[in-house]
T-cell receptor, first 117, second 110 residues
Framework: GAVVSQHPSWVICKSGTSVKIECRSL??????MFWYRQFPKQSLMLMAT?????????EQGVEKDKFLINHASLTLSTLTVTSAHPEDSSFYIC?????????????FGPGTRLTVT | DAKTTQPTSMDCAEGRAANLPCNHS???????VYWYRQIHSQGPQYIIH???NNETNEMASLIITEDRKSSTLILPHATLRDTAVYYC???????????FGTGTRLQVTL
């Protein structure tokens, strides 16, 4: 099946700094990728939809200036958490859409655990 | 996308079948039933999906009622590695977002 990778798998940063998370589709091209956030013992919450070559679409309540998304190629989307604060500590997961037999499947990355100190 | 309802948690003995129910009474005619699972601290893993016929693959079987208002995911011989949160999602299969509910936390025990 299709493989999606994320880098880094975990990161610790200091409050006020920015951190970039990469999401790559390794063996397929993805015009659409999604970014989710998951707090402990909670479900995945969609943050934004990332479309190659266009601006991301953010879910209600997600600050677009704080969570910068760039989808510059068909295999790479990046999420930059700017001016990170401890409350941004979370598990960030991306997924990529792959067309399969006339419909689409979403394949998920392994996630990136961000800890802001 | 339609909303789903799942039990919060379930236990299953290793080697036995795990039957995970899901209610989706407001499902539309063009919506599929998808199942994903998430093992602790990993990304969700696709398991199976179906429209109205029962489906089976190497991981599981999916039984969808005739009125499509509910379904059951069956893991025929659960192992400890199947301990995870299982999410039932209804989805049109188009290039749109998935909405995750709270899922069912399955604990497989010896």
């Amino acid at each position: 099946g299709a493989v999606v990778s994320q880098h880094p798998s975990w990161v610790i940063c200091k409050s006020g700094t920015s951190v970039k998370i990469e999401c790559r589709s390794l063996d397929f091209q993805a015009t659409t990728m999604f970014w989710y956030r998951q707090f402990p013992k909670q479900s995945l919450m969609l943050m934004a939809t990332s479309n190659e070559g266009s601006k991301a679409t953010y879910e209600q309540g997600v600050e677009k200036d704080k969570f910068l998304i760039n989808h510059a190629s068909l295999t790479l989307s990046t999420l930059t958490v700017t001016s990170a604060h401890p409350e941004d500590s979370s598990f960030y997961i991306c997924s990529a859409l792959s067309p399969v037999l006339g419909s689409y499947e979403q394949y998920f990355g392994p996630g990136t655990r961000l800890t802001v100190t | 996308d339609a909303k789903t309802t799942q039990p919060t948690s379930m236990d299953c003995a290793e080697g036995r079948a795990a039957n995970l129910p899901c209610n989706h009474s407001t499902i539309s005619g063009n919506e599929y039933v998808y199942w994903y699972r998430q093992i602790h601290s990993q990304g969700p893993q696709y398991i199976i999906h179906g429209l109205k016929n029962n489906e089976t693959n190497e991981m599981a079987s999916l039984i969808i009622t005739e009125d499509r208002k509910s379904s059951t995911l069956i893991l025929p011989h659960a192992t400890l590695r199947d301990t995870a949160v299982y999410y039932c999602i209804v989805y049109t299969g188009t290039a749109s977002k998935l909405t995750f509910g709270t899922g069912t936390r399955l604990q497989v025990t010896l």
